[in-house]
């Protein structure tokens, strides 16, 4: 079985762990800033703060730029439930905006088209999340001076975007929004098992955000409202979670780092193969753009209908049987039984609809062999009737 996605992990990283779990500290020790500070250099950003999980990275990133209740935010319906998910959890309100067919990535003319319409009937979001689909950046210029003109706050969904880059600098670097959140899934580009960082330029977020994570208390003495009895006070000044990520985490997303290029020139490397190798196939390729360079979280391909005589299902289920691990990114949030009591349904949002039907991940990873990539282009030319070129 070839996977759709499988994480890489060294003895060395094995090694960094272990050194961990024989240290004294396995949870708020000194792995957590040193990981942070790692990320922050990597993405080029002020601040870091680690989390459990993108998830979570997303609700504080919410809660920090004043997300609640009569409040709404604005996501892509082509991502994960997270990217809205985020906003109920604040008590907030989501509306979704259209894609672009090609890239899955938000769509500048819906946005336009949305915002306007918006302000006037006096519903502008308080938050807009655009996702870097499948580790492409979104035209975050273009979005971030409509958020600016219409006074909403931007935070970057970057799941997938870990060491992409967009114009001059990398995706996380703070150019364009407030927060930016990565995600350290075990399939993502590099991992922690779990966790996600949150990254922002704002010092004032930075602090709020890591009091958030850890329960809304803190020790910082000018934040005590009462003068402290000694160095075990603290005081709660919020309602904030259990958002930490352990010193056991760090140590492995530290040393993934490490290797973090090694991993972007695979990927790359491996994206490039498959667009030599289905060229002549009936299907539609991952976009590229040149002013951006994706981290290539995901290889998403489109079956295009109008030229194959099988449907992406029947494509699925072939790959499957041939020991094909795909996959299928995403089906679109609006439609889940859980958005749907709010009104939403099939028609609303047609290009996320339309890449939903047509879509179909291919495995992409580190570790992927260019004689297992050969597999899972024969099974499937063989899937769609093309396995002699013809």
């Not at 704002?202 to 020790?219: N, V, W």
């Not at 060229?279 to 951006?292: E, F, G, H, K, T």
């Not at 958005?339 to 609303?348: A, I, L, S, V």
Request: hydrophobic share 45%; net charge negative.
């Amino acid at each position: 079985m070839i996977p759709y996605a499988r994480q890489n992990v060294s003895e060395e990283e094995i090694a960094a762990v272990a050194a961990v779990l024989r240290s004294d500290f396995l949870t708020q020790g000194p792995a957590i800033p040193r990981f942070e500070q790692r990320v922050a250099e990597c993405c080029g950003a002020r601040h870091a703060v680690a989390v459990s999980s993108a998830t979570a990275g997303l609700h504080l990133a919410g809660l920090a730029l004043g997300l609640g209740p009569g409040r709404a935010l604005w996501t892509s319906p082509n991502t994960f439930v997270a990217s809205a998910n985020c906003a109920r959890y604040c008590g907030a309100e989501v509306d979704f905006v259209d894609v672009e067919p090609d890239s899955g990535n938000l769509s500048v003319d819906a946005l336009a088209r949305k915002l306007e319409q918006a302000a006037q009937a006096n519903r502008l979001p308080a938050v807009l999340v655009p996702v870097h689909f499948a580790g492409l950046p979104c035209d975050l210029a273009e979005i971030a001076a409509l958020a600016r003109a219409y006074g909403v706050a931007l935070v970057e969904d970057a799941a997938h975007a870990l060491g992409a880059t967009y114009g001059a600098g990398p995706v996380g670097d703070g150019r364009f929004s407030e927060c930016t959140v990565l995600s350290f899934h075990a399939v993502k580009i590099a991992t922690t098992g779990e966790g996600g960082v949150i990254l922002t330029n704002r010092d004032d977020l930075a602090a709020r955000l890591r009091r958030l994570r850890s329960h809304g208390i803190t020790r910082d003495p000018s934040e005590l409202t009462a003068l402290p009895e000694g160095v075990w006070s603290y005081e709660q000044v919020e309602l904030g979670y259990h958002y930490r990520l352990t010193d056991i985490q760090a140590a492995l997303g530290w040393s993934q780092l490490e290797r973090l290029p090694e991993f972007l020139r695979r990927r790359r490397e491996l994206a490039a193969r498959y667009d030599r190798l289905l060229a002549d196939l009936p299907v539609q390729l991952p976009a590229r753009r040149p002013d951006r360079e994706s981290s290539w979280h995901l290889y998403p391909i489109l079956i295009d209908g109008t030229r194959c005589a099988i449907s992406r299902a029947e494509a699925f289920a072939a790959l499957c049987a041939a020991g094909i691990g795909v996959n299928v990114h995403y089906i679109p949030v609006h439609l889940q039984p859980y958005y749907r009591q709010f009104g939403f349904k099939p028609g609303d949002f047609p290009a996320a609809e339309g890449r939903y039907a047509a879509t179909l991940t291919l495995p992409l990873y580190c570790g992927l062999t260019d004689a297992q990539q050969d597999e899972v282009v024969a099974a499937l030319r063989m899937a769609l009737g093309k396995e002699n070129g013809a």
